[in-house]
């Protein structure tokens, strides 16, 4: 039986698209294969090589090349235990993790796991007002999510360099085409490895699609150098770096 055709954001914007796919990902088993057709009206540099990187940070694998016609682009894609990006046009911050734990691959939700400090943190620096609810606070507070590597592991030090490195480069152009306010990276070792080895918390020198870069520690439970206050105190100084940027 050949693999079932989805047909997403016909007539409207391409920026609509991630959170279109972030819905088919969700209502979709894993490893359940695919084809993507996706209609969107004309964007800005709309082509195979954004339908290549929407698919990826859906949490698809692409099975094959992408197919381009002259009103769709076409993806054989295969869904992964993976977490969807959480992206839309117009983000005050958009925040960058490393890659999804299980229990946020399973759940939907970035940093769900039993003893990470993601949430309450950001509750308490006044980023999000609900707990545990990405989209809630994309369309509320303006907090995208997304992470550099969609594989998801136990521990994030099994993801390799050279992914960092691959998922950076997807993550620049995200942030150039959807252009948020502020990027966050939480985590300093993803950043050392794919920008700077000598970062420290804090602003950046690099920008991402012309967009400041804060980077703090991880907010997981295995950082015991990082109290939940200090982490409060960077995702408050990244909202406050996004209110002036």
């Known amino acids: 039986m050949p693999p079932l055709v989805h047909v997403l954001g016909t007539g409207r914007p391409d920026m609509d698209l991630p959170l279109l796919l972030a819905g088919l990902h969700a209502d979709l088993e894993i490893g359940t294969r695919a084809t993507l057709r996706l209609e969107p009206a004309s964007g800005d540099g709309w082509g195979p090589g954004r339908a290549a990187d929407l ?27 993976s977490l ?22 399973d759940s939907g939700v970035g940093y769900h796991r039993s003893g990470n400090r993601f949430w309450p943190a950001a509750l308490a620096a006044g980023l999000v007002g609900v707990d545990r609810d990405p989209r809630h606070a994309l369309t509320h507070h303006g907090l995208g999510m997304t992470d550099l590597v969609r594989r998801t592991t136990a521990r994030a030090d099994e ?6 490195r691959e998922g950076f480069e997807r993550v620049e152009r995200l942030c150039a085409w959807l252009r948020p306010r502020t990027i966050c990276f939480v985590g300093l070792g993803g950043w050392r490895v794919v920008a700077d080895r000598k970062a420290v918390a804090g602003v950046q020198d690099r920008t991402l699609g012309g967009a400041p870069v804060y980077v703090m520690p991880s907010t997981s439970g295995l950082n015991a150098h990082s109290r939940l206050d200090d982490l409060t105190a960077h995702f408050r100084a990244a909202g406050e770096l996004a209110d002036g940027a």
């Open 55 to 81: 698919a990826i940070g859906a949490g698809f694998v692409a099975l094959g090349e992408v197919r381009a016609g002259d009103d769709a682009v076409e993806v054989d894609v295969e869904r992964h235990r």
């Open 84 to 105: 969807p990006d959480t992206v839309a046009p117009g983000m005050r911050l958009l925040v960058v993790g490393l890659n999804p734990s299980p229990a946020s691959a």
């Open 159 to 164: 993801v390799a360099p050279d992914e960092l």
